[in-house]
């Protein structure tokens, strides 16, 4: 009789329940599985699913390691080959008035596949999110409109029960469906969302070729650019240096790129006295320009960043993450005593969802992807428990640094320090930009 092959259900279909999905498939030939996805939105194209993101060399090696290669062919749709002379992938910090901080050395390559070969250091790659997630689809039989609201787990297996009242049984089932995971909330109801007492605004902008030249007059081609201000406001501006086509009344003489935008500041900084409508994309935006001119000192950089704010569209369709103030968040998986294997997991977000400032959420669910896919290889009935341990052992560790790493860096930027504080500050910031960049090591890069 031919043995029933386990069932893995997947709750969510973002880069890194994707990418454990094409792992899993790949790795068919030394352990099959029958694989599920399942995910909340109608269709893929419910939520816009941008913003620029950060692809690092570890997040790309195991990209690639995961997916068939006729999708990895298909990774420059959504990471162009970088521009030679034009782009530097890489991050920059400047003062509130533009003067350069920090510049760590990051080794630049000419394609992901590049990127994903650097051994050493640190190697990165902009990417657009909401293609490379288009990218992954390719060949997913993702049920959507599948919306998980919680589980039963039995002695044989597990059943995951849906919103519109069905079920489905599976041997292991993995949460990867984000920061608010139902999965995670029965799994591990004690596990605390970290809160900073930071307002984030975050929005993509079509920004004209003028504008752009202004800000690489001032802070540099670096594509990932950031600045620290006196009172605790962060701004920071990625993109490519590319010109996107244009399906508007915009001057079709000049180009145009795509900007991913954020601003953040300490949210006891709000003013009681503004009314901000978080529904309303213009009313956010006048917000934060409002903030950025209470906050900010009059000078070129300022009125750069204004200027780029003032590209706000208007009106919102459905988006991935709409033009509104939302609290910053994180999780460290190992704030809690204990953490049960058993045949549910975590991965991603919903396990250790994490502040921007160092890029590094997309590439830990993709990490997680490759390591839960080589740990199941060795699965079978009797040793499930000892596949998910291995897999959460590495995860959780390697996750909970990363997680508390960049919670270090978001609190120091984002903390007051007044005119005196910042002269400190930011001489030590220098002294650490020019020790890296002596001995070409990076700070930043992860050690292992």
């Not at 029965?186 to 752009?212: H, M, R, S, W």
Request: hydrophobic content about 35%; glycine content about 6%; proline content about 5%.
């Amino acid at each position: 009789m031919q043995q029933k092959l386990p069932t893995v259900i997947i709750v969510g279909a973002g880069l890194g329940g994707l990418t454990l999905y094409h792992a899993l498939i790949k790795n068919k030939d030394k352990k099959e599985f029958n694989v599920k996805i399942f995910d909340r939105e109608s269709s893929p194209q419910d939520r816009w699913q941008g913003y620029h993101i950060c692809i690092n060399n570890y997040g790309a090696r195991s990209l690639i390691n995961c997916i068939p290669s006729s999708i990895a062919l298909n990774l420059p749709i959504a990471m162009p080959n970088p521009v030679p002379n034009v782009e530097y992938h890489g991050f920059s910090l400047s003062d509130h008035t533009g003067n350069l901080l920090l510049r760590p050395p990051t080794k630049q390559a000419k394609d992901v596949f590049e990127v994903a070969n650097t051994s050493v250091g640190l190697s990165v790659i902009i990417t657009y999110r909401d293609k490379l997630r288009h990218v992954l689809l390719e060949n997913v039989p993702v049920q959507w409109g599948k919306k998980c609201i919680g589980y039963e787990e039995t002695d044989d297996g597990v059943w995951v029960l849906f919103e519109d009242d069905s079920k489905e049984f599976c041997d292991i089932l993995v949460g990867a469906d984000g920061i608010n995971s139902p999965v995670r909330k029965q799994k591990l109801p004690e596990l605390q969302i970290f809160d900073y007492g930071v307002t984030i605004i975050v929005t993509d902008v079509t920004a004209p070729k003028n504008l752009i030249d202004r800000l690489i007059k001032l802070n540099g081609n670096d594509t990932f650019q950031g600045t620290v201000g006196l009172n605790g406001e962060v701004t920071a501006t990625v993109l490519r240096f590319i010109p996107i086509e244009q399906n508007n009344d915009e001057d079709k003489s000049e180009s145009y790129y795509r900007t991913t935008i954020f601003f953040e500041y300490p949210t006891k900084l709000d003013d009681d006295q503004i009314n901000v409508d978080d529904n309303d994309p213009a009313s956010v935006a006048d917000h934060v320009k409002y903030m950025i001119r209470k906050l900010r000192p009059e000078c070129e950089l300022t009125n750069i960043i204004l200027e780029l704010w003032d590209l706000v569209p208007k009106t919102t369709s459905k988006t991935y993450n709409p033009t509104r103030r939302r609290k910053l968040q994180d999780i460290d998986p190992l704030s809690v005593n204990t953490w049960t294997s058993n045949r549910i997991t975590l991965l991603g977000d919903a396990a250790h969802a994490t502040s921007p400032v160092l890029a590094s959420g997309a590439n830990n669910a993709i990490q997680d992807a490759e390591v839960l896919s080589q740990a199941l290889l060795n699965y079978s009935s009797e040793n499930y428990i000892s596949c998910i341990k291995e897999y959460e052992t590495e995860m959780l560790k390697r996750s909970s640094a990363d997680v508390l790493n960049s919670r270090f860096i978001e609190l120091k930027q984002t903390s007051p320090v007044g005119y005196i504080g910042s002269i400190f500050r930011n001489n030590f910031i220098k002294i650490s930009n020019f020790t890296m960049n002596l001995f070409d090591y990076n700070f930043l890069a992860r050690k292992n």
